[in-house]
């Protein structure tokens, strides 16, 4: 049984910054992770995405050079620190896992998180 629990949302000012967390347990960390997020009447989106090793990173547009993908392997354990934080980055921030490198689908993850919520406000 795989488990991965995010935390560190929470409500912050525009421009402020907030570290999101995501302990995965149950099985070999040799997974892809991602994080997607999903704001109310949207669609997920594809946020970052790190090879297992982490020699490879992707960011979505909206997010390159504000976000930042993380991992540490001895703790099972994905980060994604959020600067320069917009209204629009509001959403549910979800971590996923065992997706296809390179994958932006969520589909194509095998497993979810429950997710975060983080809230930026103006």
């Known amino acids: 049984q795989v488990q991965l629990v995010e935390s560190g949302g929470g409500l912050v000012q525009a421009g402020g910054s907030l570290s999101l967390s995501c302990a995965a347990s149950g099985r070999t960390f040799r997974w892809t992770m991602g994080w997607f997020r999903q704001a109310p009447g949207k669609e997920r989106e594809f946020v970052a995405q790190?090879?297992?090793?982490?020699?490879?990173?992707y960011y979505a547009d909206s997010v390159k050079g504000r976000f930042t993908i993380s991992r540490d392997n001895a703790k099972n354990t994905v980060y994604l620190q959020m600067n320069s934080l917009k209204p629009e980055d509001t959403a549910v921030f979800y971590c996923?896992?065992?997706?296809?490198?390179?994958?932006?689908?969520?589909?194509?993850?095998?497993?979810w998180g429950q997710g975060t919520q983080v809230t930026v406000s103006s």
């Open positions: 790190m090879n297992w090793r982490g020699a490879s990173t």
């Open positions: 996923a896992a065992a997706g296809p490198a390179g994958s932006t689908k969520p589909n194509e993850y095998q497993y």
